[in-house]
Structure formats: C-alpha cells, structure tokens
RNA sequence: CGGGGUGUAGCGCAGCCCGGUAGCGCACCUGCUUUGGGAGCAGGGGGCCGCCGGUUCAAAUCCGGCCACCCCGACCA
C-alpha cells in the first residue's frame, strides 16, 4: 500500500469523544470512524487488522476439524419462539418484514446451528461435528463503550460443537480451548482462561478468555500459587477474620449513624466486625435480607445466583421501612421477616447489627446463634483474600473478554429437534457447545496492551503491515527509486509493506509511522546519498536500528526477531 | 434504565453569565521560502452555532421541549 493515495486519516490530537486508549488509538491511527454509537467503520488499516485476526482464528478452527459456513444475519422470530428466547432478552433487534412477520437480527447462533442440525444429522454416524463462521452480530447494548471494546454491530467468530454424549462434548471442548490459547499465543496477548457464570442459560460449564488491561469491563481472580482463575462474578475468596472482642449481646444507641462507616468510627471499632444488612427484593422470591461483613461488597450475580436465577433489585426506602421498622440505616437480621442470606464469612464471630429501631445498633450478635440465616458465598472478592483451593493470597486483575467457550447441553437440539440415532437405534438429542471470539476486542486489546507514548505498537502477527518505508524526501530520485525498490523486494519476500510516498515533512512521516505502530522501519534518506545505506528500525522499544545497503534490506528484516513466526 | 457531562468549520476549542458583524489553533486551497521528528510568511475557501418552538426590534447567547454523543452505575445468552 501506498500512503498518497491511502484512505488513512490520522489525527494529531485525541478525539473528545475517546477515553480508552485503544479507542483514542484507533481513531487516531485511521482504522476506525464511529457512525453511531457503538457501531463503526474500519478504514482500510482497521479492515487489514481485523483480517489478520480473523485469519488466524480460521487457521486454528481448520486445524481442530473446524467447517466453515455462513449463516444470515436476518432470522425468523419462529426459531427464536421455539427456544424461548423470543422474550426477555432486551438486547436482542427486533423487527418486522412488509408482510407483518416479526425478524430478528441474530445476536448468537444457537437456533440457526440447531435448525440446520435437526435436518442434516440423523446418525451417531454423522458426529461429532464442529461448524464455525466469521459473522456480523447485532446487539443492542444498554451501554456501548470505549470504543471498539463493547459496540451494538460486532463480528464474532462464533463456533458450534455437536457431540453424542456429555464425554464426547468434553473432548470437542478442550479440542477449542486449546485451539483458543494458540490463536491468543499467535496474536501477541496477555490472557487468563477463568472459570465464569454459565449465566441464565443454564449450561454445563464455562470458561472465559480475559486479557488484561486498564479499559478492560470484567475482573478476574488470580491465584500465583496454584492457578486458580475465575471471574469475580463466581470467584470464591477466603477473608481473613478479624478478632473478636470480648463481650456479650447489648443494645446500644446510634443517633443519626446510619453507614458502616459512620458505626464504625461512632462504636471505634474495625468495619470488619460489624455486619452489613441490605434488604433486595427478588422478582418472584420476594423481600431477601441479605448480611455481608462490613467491609464486604455484594456482587448482585451472586446474589442472583443463589435466589436460583432470580432477578434481584435494592428494596427502596419505603420498601425496607415496611419491612424492617426502621429505615435503612438501623437494620439488621434481628426479629427481622422472611428470609435471610449471610454471606460464608459470617459463620463465625460476634458483629454489631442494626437493631431494626431508628437510631440503634445491637453488639455481641451471632449469626446461626441469634438467628437463623442461609450461608452462602455472596461478597465480591478483593485482592488479599486467601485463594480457595490453596489459601495463597488472590490478585484482582481488571480485563477485558476476548473469548469463550460453553458447553451448552441439549437446550437447543431438545427445543429445535435436533436429534440423532444411536448405535441401539434409540433417538437422542445432539449435545452441543458454542464458542465465541471477537477479532475487534482482540485487535483493541493487543493495542491497551502494547502501546506506548508515541502510539500503537502491534504484535507482528495482527500487525496491518511487517514494514513500514519512509521516503524522506520526494525530491531526492535517488530516494524515491531506492524506497520503491524495497517496497518491491519486501513484497515479493512476503512481507506486506506500505510505502509513505506522501510529499510530507519528515516529522510528519516519522511521527505517523509511529502512531500506526508497523513493528519494523525502514527510512530511506539522506544516508543513502552519503554512505549508501537505508536505517532498519524497530518500532518497540528500544527501537534496535541497523544501517544497511538496500540490497540487504529483506534479509535484515527477516532475521530480525520481532518478525520470528510471520512468514 | 438511574446519575453526570457535552453539542459552534473536517479535528481540538473560545464566544453563551451580560442578546446586536461567528472567532482561534490545526487541517484544506494558492504563492514564495523550507525539507531527518507534527515548518515559516502572505493570501484564501469552508458554518442550518444539534433540532423544534417561545420571548424579543434582534437569539449561538434567554426560556421550554426533543434528539445525539461521551462518562459512572445497572445490564451484558
């Protein structure tokens, strides 16, 4: 490519609009405009990362027995009705074709793999099977964010596992998992496997792929000593207990002290040993008391989770007044209504409770002795807490989802027919995985991850191009016949290289081939004239250079190690 | 969906309080000079001031409504 010509619109200064680094990046280096809010258009050199990405995923699904297909964007609501997801999924675009017949606009691909599945597998003969395709997803986020990180129109690679039996499932699982860790190892990134939620669909098992960095929407749980990993929304921690103060069950009085903060600092004692009560009311299950250590943070999901999948919300003012007797800040499990859950870290201890009566508070309170509770794992973890299987100390890390695989079960073949005959002639539903990656949050997260100072610094495997030729003068011919000559050898070497013929200062060159982060450098200038040689120079620190003839360019550039593993 | 913020030239912003000619930097066009880390001088083009309505002799500016976008939270199959 050659820049003169180029659609590549770099911007000296950061978009207002932009806060996470990738997006400020990615609008600046010319691969993306943003049309609407969360939906975007790659440009030419966004378009070329997103294909090395891409290329690289289909390289590994091809490689674990992976069949490519395409499926259409645009459904019938009827596949939808029949898996029960037609209601209830606010994220899903819903629309209507001119005769009336409602259409979505497909999020995921469940119902389409299955549909295909109950026509064309009929034998255990025909399984396993593993279909997969680069596809546009259509979602309507509540909140689109940081750029190319969350967006309402996205494409997935999204795959599909048919298997006989839960064992089978289980090999065609770790089949993609490890497919997974090398396309993540070929890309350049950081990442974590985790355990996460199997969420409301109810499936069987999960792991999420998470690479870390600062615009990352997820926080993951890691153990150095044993390699425990999940995502906080299910990551079990071990607090360390606090000690307990002598001293029996009294009530004492709290005027105007209502936050833990406030009890903690009017009683002087440690937030750790007083109990925090909050009243959520779930959808179906109603009013729950909920009691986490004062410092503890509740994660909703867990809650959630453990009121079997409910939907839970914050009781209002009026709500916990009703319920308790006293506002909100004098509550607690005493004498209280209904059920109540206490999170794992409350088994043991004596803790100072609301006593359900403005301006009062309760110590020397003992839960399972004073009251009667459900234990169960409801706090956030924090970074400290000690690992579950190995009592180390856990690490909080902030990342963002690249990745995952599910095993789903028999949901969608039971629900869509998609059923085989076993050897004994006897009809089963196909037991199926999905798993899922984005090529978008992959590119974005290699450059959260990478970039410095100057701008992007791309792996070389999902780099736009290997090298990057600067012509520093258009004016000198021997320049401009010198860099065309390179440009030509790289490209015949199989390297992609792109050529910034612009009649631009040198700064101006020097400084966008350093926002687009090329990870090699060629600069062809005024040390051709003098001593014959063109500058070779790494973009990543510590920017290694090397002065040679342009005859021994290509060679140079494919012995260097930046460059070990692309062609 | 709750909270906060912003909409003025392609980009980044000032002007708005206190109503009266729409401005600055970058980018763009022309000319001259310059040419190894975002050049200098001179001249020039480009605006439904987010949209609709109201107040007023007069609205970018005051008032009302709406829309879009960003951030925090909720949500995220």
Redesign the pocket.
């Known amino acids: 490519m050659r820049l003169a010509k180029s659609l590549v619109p770099?911007?000296?200064?950061?978009?207002?609009?932009?806060?996470?680094l990738s997006?400020k990046l990615m609008l600046?280096a010319g691969l993306i405009r943003?049309l609407?809010?969360?939906i975007y258009v790659y440009l030419p050199i966004g378009h070329r990362v997103h294909e090395k990405v891409s290329n690289i995923i289909r390289e590994e699904m091809n490689a674990i027995g992976g069949q490519e297909i395409t499926m259409p964007v645009l459904q019938p609501a009827e596949l939808w009705q029949k898996s029960g997801?037609w209601d209830?999924?606010?994220?899903m675009f819903k629309l209507q074709d001119r005769y009336g017949r409602d259409m979505v606009l497909g999020?995921?691909h469940?119902e389409v793999i299955a549909w295909i599945a109950s026509r064309e597998i009929r034998s255990y003969r025909d399984l396993p099977q593993i279909w997969y395709q680069v596809q546009t997803k259509e979602?309507d986020?509540?909140?689109?964010?940081?750029?190319v990180l969350?967006t309402r129109e996205f494409v997935m690679k999204d795959s599909y596992t048919l298997d006989p039996d839960v064992a089978a499932l289980d090999r065609s699982y770790a089949a993609h998992e490890s497919a997974y860790r090398k396309i993540f190892e070929r890309c350049g990134l950081h990442f974590h496997v985790v355990e996460s939620d199997t969420?409301?669909?109810g499936g069987l098992g999960a792991h999420e792929f998470q690479a870390p960095c600062a615009a990352g929407?997820?926080e993951i749980a890691l153990c150095a000593g044993c390699g425990y990993a999940a995502n906080v929304e299910i990551a079990r921690g071990v607090p360390a207990a606090p000690v307990f103060p002598p001293g029996g069950r009294e009530e004492v009085a709290t005027p105007n002290v209502k936050t833990i903060a406030e009890v903690s600092a009017f009683l002087k004692i440690d937030p750790r040993l007083t109990i925090k009560s909050l009243l959520y009311v779930g959808k179906r299950t109603g009013p729950v008391l909920v009691l986490l250590r004062g410092d503890h943070v509740l994660h909703?999901?867990k809650l959630?989770r453990a009121l079997g999948g409910d939907e839970v919300r914050p009781a209002h003012a009026e709500e916990v007044r009703q319920h308790l007797g006293a506002p909100a800040g004098s509550v607690g499990p005493l004498g209280a209504r209904g059920p109540i859950l206490a999170d794992e870290a409350l088994r043991d201890g004596d803790y100072v409770v609301g006593a359900n009566r403005e301006g009062y508070h309760v110590r020397g309170v003992s839960p399972g002795r004073d009251f009667e509770a459900r234990f169960v794992d409801l706090h956030t973890v924090a970074a400290g807490e000690a690992c579950p299987q190995c009592g180390k100390p856990l690490a909080v890390e902030r990342v963002i989802e690249v990745g995952n695989i599910f095993k789903l079960g028999t949901k969608y073949s039971e629900a869509l027919g998609a059923l085989y005959l076993d050897e004994s002639g006897k009809e089963q539903p196909i037991v199926m995985g999905s798993y899922g990656i984005g090529p978008a949050r992959i590119a974005a997260a290699a450059i959260e991850q990478n970039a410095d100072a100057?701008g992007i610094v791309w792996p070389a495997s999902i780099a736009p191009f290997h090298v990057h030729i600067v012509v520093?003068?258009l004016?000198d011919a021997g320049q401009v016949a010198a860099a065309e000559e390179i440009y030509t050898a790289c490209r015949a070497a199989g390297l992609d290289a792109v050529l910034d013929n612009r009649d631009e200062?040198?700064?101006?060159k020097?400084?966008?081939?350093?926002?687009l982060g090329v990870p090699v450098r060629v600069?062809?200038?005024?040390?051709?004239a003098k001593e014959g040689v063109v500058?070779i120079?790494e973009r990543r620190a510590p920017r290694a250079e090397h002065r040679v003839p342009k005859a021994q360019v290509v060679t140079t550039i494919q012995s260097l190690e930046v460059l070990r593993g692309v062609r």
């Open positions: 770099t911007l000296r200064e950061d978009p207002a609009d932009a806060e996470a997006h600046r943003q609407a809010a969360g997801r209830g999924i606010p994220e999020m995921t469940e979602r986020e509540a909140r689109p964010r940081s750029g969350r969420g409301m669909m929407e997820d909703e999901r959630a100057d520093v003068s004016r200062r040198p700064g101006v020097f400084k966008d081939a350093d926002l600069t062809v200038g005024n040390a051709l500058e120079k």
